[in-house]
Structure formats: structure tokens, C-alpha cells
């Protein structure tokens, strides 16, 4: 019997020891994927630049020359260090070359360039001026609008597009009012660009998340996690270590957002000038069209970027396309990031 006991105790010993383990193996992912990552993409060669396009300051990174240029444009309230679980292996096969949005990151925080309009005629100076050869332009949701600009007003600067889940027709009116973007951060950067009293916009961003929402009874303990974290560590982005690094992601790049970039979605300008349809219906060159997973909530609002009949629409559109579905979330080059270059190598194959 105590011969029996013995070996059931040392089962359990050992069980939670293994589960101790994998708790803390998960922690440290969830903490430090990032500066892992990072630490991937300086032994890939990358080094980071500035340059002054069009008046403003545009912050970059650059690999080293192993193919043809490809340019990347992230989405709203990353910066171009989202890329890094993707920027080692695609620096193999291109010349890259990716950039921190007006807004965002290290470049310039300036209204008057938070359109596509204007940030489109930005990047493809950026393209004459600091690459100085046609590339291929790759952008993610709202860089992936930037990039459909790009390649229907200036085609002899890009050889082909890829479009990573970006919003095309759900960010005009009046079918923006029910999608997620709207309700969460365009609608929380405009009251907060409009109050002006609360600094700190991770805090009131965690505070008025139409995210949180759907975390129910943990949403409160999740804001009181937030404020402590804030008080504690106000020079670094907001880290849960219980969050996979999925969630962190999206509020590891809020320090160096500049609310007013989502203000323009609130009110239409980012989209002044910019018919989605018309638009497509310019471009030429061959170009990949990325559909994530997509679903409407209770309330009959839209958490993707875009759904099927928005995809298929923007396909029948385009001359040249290839659509692809994938089981992603809308950030797929960092879910999925194998996937991701994957794809821009066949694109690299396709295009010659």
C-alpha cells in the first residue's frame, strides 16, 4: 500500500512539475517573443534608416540585397517591427525594405499626411528616392490599401501587390459604422483626440476596448492588470504575461501611435479621393489578394477587415489576381508567418 502510494505521489509530483514547466515556458513566450524576434532580424542583416520624404521624417529598416526590392507597409498601430517573425526568411529571396508609416512607429506624427491619398504619394517618392527601382509592395489592412493606391496611380514604380487582409470597402460610409475598426479604435482615437485630458492613450484604449468586452468578468481584473502595469512601467508598452503574444501585439506598438491617425477613419478623410472600386478596377500588374477568417457578432458588426462577398468583389476587379482564404486571424504574417513568405516567394516566382 505505501509502496503504491509512494509511486501515485511521485506521479504527482512529477505532473505538476511538467505543468510548472509548460506555465513558465508559456509566460516567457508570451513575454519576450518579440525581442526574440528582433534579435532574428539584426543577425538577418537588417539596419535601420530615416529619411526625409515629402517633408516628413519616414523611419525604415533595410536588408541586404538578395533579389528584387520588396517593400513593406504595415497596418494601423503597428510599426515596421511587426514584420519580424517574417523579415529573416523573405531577406533570403528580396531586397527588403520596410517602413513606419506616417503615425506610427519612429517617422513623423503629422495630420495633414493621414490619407491615402497623401501617404500613398509619400511611399511612392520613397520608392523613387530610396529604392530607385520598381518593387514589389506588399501592405497589411490599411498598408494594404496604401498598396492597392500604390499600384493604381503609380504602376511603373511597382511590379506587382500583394493585399494582406486589408478593408477594402468596409472603411467607407456608411458601411464603416458596423464594422470593428469603427466601434473600437477609430471611434476611441476620436474621443480621445476629442477630450484631451487623459495622456496616456494605451490606458484609455484598455478602458474603452470594444475588445475587452468579449473577455466578460475578466474584463475588469484586465484594466486594473493595465493601470498597475502603466504605473509601474510608463517608458514600456503594456505586457500581459498571461496574453499569447497574438493579443500582446496589438498593444505592444500603442506608445508610438498617434491617435489622430485613427481619427481619420472616424470621419472619412484617411478615405477623401480614394473609390475603393475605382481604384481597383486602374490596377494592371499581377497582384495576391489575402482573406483571413471573418464573422459578424450579435450586433451585426463585422470583427475582419472584410468579409467573402467583400473579397470576391475586390477580385473580380482586379485583372491579374489570385485570391487566397486563410485560417488566420487578420494578422496573418504574424500568425502564420511560414504561410505568409510562403506566399511572396511564389509571388516572387510569378512575377520573374
Known amino acids: 500500500m505505501k509502496r503504491a502510494f509512494g509511486i501515485v505521489l511521485k ?30 532580424v539584426k543577425r538577418a542583416g537588417f539596419v535601420e534608416k530615416d529619411v526625409t520624404v515629402g517633408g516628413s521624417r519616414i ?18 498601430i ?10 529573416p526568411d523573405l531577406a533570403e529571396e528580396y531586397h527588403v525594405f520596410v517602413v513606419d508609416c506616417h503615425g506610427h512607429g519612429k517617422s513623423d506624427k503629422d495630420p495633414r499626411k493621414y490619407s491615402a491619398r497623401a501617404m500613398g504619394r509619400d511611399l511612392a517618392q520613397f520608392i523613387r528616392q530610396v529604392i530607385g527601382e520598381p518593387a514589389v509592395v506588399s501592405g497589411h489592412s490599411s498598408g494594404g490599401l496604401l498598396a492597392v493606391w500604390l499600384a493604381a496611380h503609380y504602376p511603373e514604380w511597382v511590379r506587382g501587390a500583394v493585399f494582406e487582409d486589408p478593408p477594402l470597402f468596409t472603411t467607407l460610409f456608411p458601411r464603416a459604422e458596423k464594422t470593428f475598426n469603427y466601434v473600437d ?18 490606458l484609455y484604449y484598455v478602458r474603452n476596448s470594444y475588445l475587452l468586452k468579449f473577455f466578460q468578468d475578466a474584463r475588469p481584473g484586465m484594466i486594473r492588470y493595465a493601470e498597475n502595469y502603466r504605473k509601474k512601467h510608463r517608458d514600456r508598452p503594456l505586457r500581459y504575461w498571461f496574453m499569447p503574444p497574438v493579443m500582446n501585439e496589438g498593444f505592444r506598438t500603442l506608445p508610438d501611435y498617434d491617435p489622430r491617425f485613427g481619427a481619420a477613419f472616424y470621419d472619412g478623410s484617411w478615405n477623401e479621393g ?68 510562403r506566399i511572396l516567394l511564389d509571388f516572387k516566382e510569378r512575377i520573374g
Open 11 to 40: 506521479a504527482l509530483m512529477g505532473l505538476v512539475l511538467l505543468l510548472g514547466a509548460a506555465f513558465g515556458v508559456y509566460v516567457y513566450n508570451n513575454l519576450t517573443y518579440h525581442d526574440r524576434a528582433m534579435a532574428e
Open 78 to 87: 503597428m510599426d515596421w517591427t511587426s514584420y519580424a517573425r517574417v523579415l
Open 185 to 202: 479604435l477609430s471611434t476611441i482615437c476620436h474621443r480621445f483626440v476629442q477630450q484631451g485630458e487623459e495622456s496616456d492613450f494605451t
Open 274 to 341: 480614394f473609390d475603393h472600386a475605382a481604384v481597383l478596377k486602374k490596377i494592371e500588374k499581377p497582384t495576391v489578394l489575402i482573406l483571413a477568417n471573418w464573422s459578424y457578432d450579435e450586433n451585426g458588426i463585422l470583427l475582419a477587415a472584410m468579409d467573402g462577398k467583400d473579397a470576391r468583389r475586390a477580385h473580380t476587379l482586379l485583372k491579374n489576381n489570385r485570391l487566397i482564404k486563410v485560417d488566420s486571424g487578420h494578422n496573418f504574417h504574424f500568425e502564420k508567418p511560414r504561410e505568409f513568405v
Open 59 to 76: 523611419h525604415y529598416a533595410e536588408g541586404p540585397d538578395n533579389g528584387p526590392a520588396l517593400l513593406l507597409i504595415h497596418g494601423q
